[in-house]
C-alpha cells in the first residue's frame, strides 16, 4: 500500500543560546494510507515538531520526510493534507464564513463549490449557526471547532491533527472523536497527537509514543491488548495506611484512588504474595480482574517499565504514593 | 493561472488585514489637510504661491509614502509569524514566495491607492489656484508609488532578516543614502573624511537611486522631463523592486516559522 507519511532519521535540532535541544531524533515513521495513527508523547516530546515537519512550517536538521510520496512542504503535498495546528492562529478580525472562503480559496477549490464546503464542514463541527461571527467573538472550543471545520474544507485525503481534542468539553471530544471516526471509515489517513493514550486507544489503528525527541515505541492497537491477558489489576481498602508502603517496599506500584480505595496491577506469579501482604494488613481486597484498567496503564507499565517513574510521565500517573 | 489566483487572494487578505491600522488614517488625514491648506503657507504674491504650494503638496506626499510604507512594511510579516496567523496560510497549497509576492501586493497597493487619493486632491487644488490640470502630478505619484515600492521591498527582506529595529534603521541609512544626488557627493567630497565618501559612492552603486524618482524640482519650477525619463524610471524601479522580492523570497523559503 502507498504511504502516506514516511520519514527517514528525521531529525530536528533547534539552536538555542548556545544550547541544542534535540527536539527531534532520527524519526522512522511509514505509515499507510487508510492507517489512523495516534502520536503519544508528553509535553516538550517532539509531537509538534515532528507534526511542522510534515508541513514544511520548519526545515529538518537532517533525514528526509515525504508526505503522500511528495516532498513535504511542497504545495503538491499540501494540497491533499489538512492541517490542525495546536494552538487555533486565525484572523480574530474576520467572520468565520469569510475566512474559511479565503483558506478555500488558497486551496483552489472551484468557486461554486466552496460555499457548500463551508457549510457542510460548519454544520459537521457544529458551527454553522456562527458562520457570521467574527472569530475573535469566539470560544477556545469554538476556535478548535473552527480548525477541524477548516482542516476539512479540502476534502483531504490525509489529516493532521495536533492535539485535536484540546481545549474542548467531554462533549466536544466525543464529537470529534466521532467525526474522525467517520473520516476512517472514508478511508482518510489520520496522524494525530495527544497527551493521552486515552483519547485516542477508541479511534486508532496504530500508537507510537515518543518521548524527549525519540521513537520509543510504534504498536498495533491490537498487539498492545494481547498484554492485557498476562497481568491482574486489584483494588483494596487502605484502612490501616500500612499496606502501602509495606508493598511500595517490594517495589510494587500503587495507585491510590479517589475514593480511597488501592490499586495495584501485577503479573499473574506475583499475586499470591501480594493476596497475602494484603491479609496481613487486615485489609480487604474489593475487586480483582485481569489486564490492566485502562490502556494508559498497558502503555506506561509494558511498553516502558523502566520509565514509568521518570519525571517526564508523571503527568500520565496522577498519583504515585511513595 | 492558480498561482495568480493565489498571489491575489493573500494580496486581499494583506489589504484587510492592514487597512485597519489606525496610523493609515491619521497619516491621510494631515497630508491631505496639509494639500489643502497649502496656499495659506504662502504670501498673497501670486506669482510665488503655486511653486510654493506643489513644493509643499510634494514633499508632504512624499513623506506621507515614506512613513507609512515603513510603518505597514516594518512588521507586518515578523508579526504574521510571530502570532503564528501564518500557519493556516502557509500550510495551503502556496509556496511562501506566493506568500511573499501576494503580502507585497496587498500592502503596495494600500500604498499606492493613499497615493492616488492625495495625488487627486493636489490636482484639484493646483486647478482651483488656476494652474490648470498639472499632468506631471499623476507622474510624481507614479514615481512616488515606485519609491515606496523599492522601500517596502526592502523593508520585507530586511524584517526577514532581522529584529525590527536594525531592519528600520538599515532601511532608513539605505534610503538616504540611496538619495544622496550625485553632485551632491561631490560637493560633501571636500567636508567629510575620504573613506566615508568612497564607502557611500560604493553603496551607490548598488543602492536604489532614489533621488530619481523625485521629480519635485521639474514640477515646481514647471519644466518638461527629458523624453523617456518617466518610462526609464518606471523599469528601472520595477527591476529593482523584483529583484529584492526574488531575494526575499529566497530568503524566507527555508525560514523555520
Ligand atoms: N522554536 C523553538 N526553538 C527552540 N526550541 C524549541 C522550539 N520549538 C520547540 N522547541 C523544543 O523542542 C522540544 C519539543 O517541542 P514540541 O513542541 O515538539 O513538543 P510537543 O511534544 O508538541 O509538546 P506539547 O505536548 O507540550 O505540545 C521541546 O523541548 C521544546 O522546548
Ligand atoms: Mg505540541
Not at chain 1, 133 to 161: C, E, W, Y
Not at chain 1, 233 to 257: A, P, V
Not at chain 2, 66 to 95: A, D, G, M, R
Not at chain 2, 205 to 221: E, G, M, T
Amino acid at each position: 500500500m502507498a504511504l502516506a507519511i514516511e520519514t527517514e532519521q528525521l531529525s530536528k535540532i533547534y539552536s538555542s543560546e548556545r544550547k541544542k535541544i534535540y527536539a527531534l531524533e532520527n524519526l522512522n515513521l511509514q505509515i499507510e494510507e487508510g492507517n489512523v495513527f495516534g502520536f503519544i508523547g508528553p509535553n516538550g516530546a517532539g509531537k509538534t515538531t515532528a507534526i511542522k515537519l510534515f508541513m514544511g512550517l520548519i526545515s529538518p536538521t537532517s533525514g528526509k520526510v515525504s508526505i503522500m510520496g511528495k516532498e513535504a512542504g511542497s504545495p503538491e503535498s499540501k494540497k491533499e493534507v489538512g492541517y490542525l495546528s495546536e494552538i487555533a492562529y486565525y484572523y480574530t478580525f474576520m467572520e468565520a464564513e469569510t475566512l474559511l472562503r479565503y483558506y478555500a480559496s488558497l486551496k483552489l477549490i472551484p468557486r461554486n463549490e466552496i460555499k457548500d464546503r463551508i457549510d457542510i464542514n460548519l454544520k459537521l463541527v457544529g458551527l454553522d449557526d456562527r458562520k457570521k461571527q467574527k472569530l475573535k467573538s469566539f470560544s477556545k472550543g469554538m476556535l478548535q471547532r473552527f480548525g477541524i471545520a477548516l482542516s476539512l474544507i479540502g476534502n483531504p485525503k490525509l489529516l493532521i491533527l495536533d492535539e485535536p481534542t484540546s481545549g474542548l468539553d467531554p462533549i466536544g471530544r466525543k464529537e470529534v472523536k466521532d467525526i474522525i471516526k467517520r473520516l476512517k471509515n472514508k478511508g482518510i489517513t489520520i496522524f494525530l497527537s495527544s497527551h493521552h493514550l486515552s483519547e485516542v486507544e477508541t479511534v486508532c489503528d496504530t500508537i507510537g509514543v515518543i518521548n524527549k525527541g525519540k521513537m520509543v515505541c510504534i504498536k498495533k492497537l491490537a498487539d498492545l491488548l494481547n498484554y492485557d491477558k498476562k497481568v491482574y489489576t486489584l483494588l483494596f481498602t487502605n484502612k490501616n495506611q500500612k499496606i502501602n508502603s509495606i508493598l511500595t517496599q517490594k517495589g510494587f506500584k500503587i495507585r491510590e484512588e479517589k475514593d480511597g480505595f488501592l490499586r495495584l496491577t501485577t503479573a499473574q506469579e506475583n499475586l499470591s504474595e501480594v493476596f497475602k501482604m494484603i491479609a496481613e494488613a487486615e485489609e480487604t481486597i474489593t475487586d480483582l480482574f485481569p489486564g490492566y484498567s485502562d490502556l494508559e496503564e498497558t502503555f506506561f507499565n509494558l511498553i516502558m517499565p523502566e520509565k514509568a517513574n521518570s519525571e517526564n510521565l508523571s503527568t500520565k500517573i496522577e498519583k504515585v504514593t511513595i | 493561472m492558480n498561482t495568480l489566483q493565489q498571489v491575489l487572494i493573500i494580496a486581499r487578505l494583506a489589504v484587510e488585514e492592514n487597512i485597519r491600522k489606525k496610523i493609515l488614517y491619521i497619516l491621510l488625514f494631515f497630508s491631505f489637510l496639509l494639500i489643502a491648506f497649502s496656499a495659506s503657507f504662502t504670501s498673497f504674491n501670486l506669482g510665488a504661491q503655486l511653486p510654493i504650494m506643489k513644493d509643499i503638496s510634494l514633499s508632504g506626499i512624499s513623506l506621507f509614502g515614506i512613513i507609512f510604507t515603513l510603518s505597514i512594511f516594518l512588521n507586518v510579516i515578523p508579526n504574521e509569524i510571530e502570532h503564528k496567523t501564518i500557519y493556516p496560510i502557509v500550510t495551503q497549497p502556496i509556496t511562501r514566495g506566493i506568500y511573499i509576492l501576494g503580502k507585497y501586493i496587498g500592502m503596495m497597493l494600500l500604498v499606492a491607492a493613499n497615493l492616488i487619493i492625495l495625488g487627486a486632491e493636489l490636482m484639484i487644488v493646483l486647478f482651483i489656484y488656476g494652474d490648470g490640470w498639472n499632468w506631471m502630478v499623476p507622474q510624481a505619484i507614479v514615481l512616488n508609488i515606485l519609491q515606496c515600492g523599492i522601500l517596502g521591498a526592502i523593508m520585507l527582506l530586511f524584517s526577514l532578516i532581522t529584529s525590527y529595529p536594525l531592519a528600520l534603521s538599515t532601511t532608513i541609512f539605505l534610503f538616504i543614502v540611496g538619495g544622496i544626488s550625485s553632485p551632491y557627493v561631490k560637493y560633501l567630497s571636500g567636508k567629510l573624511p575620504e573613506t566615508l565618501i568612497n564607502g557611500i559612492v560604493i553603496l551607490k552603486l548598488i543602492l536604489p537611486k532614489f533621488d530619481c524618482f523625485n521629480i519635485k524640482d521639474a514640477i515646481v519650477h514647471s519644466h518638461n522631463l527629458l523624453p523617456g525619463y518617466f518610462l526609464w524610471c518606471l523599469i528601472y524601479g520595477l527591476a529593482y523592486i523584483a529583484v529584492i522580492i526574488i531575494l526575499a523570497a529566497f530568503t524566507f523559503d527555508r525560514k523555520d516559522l
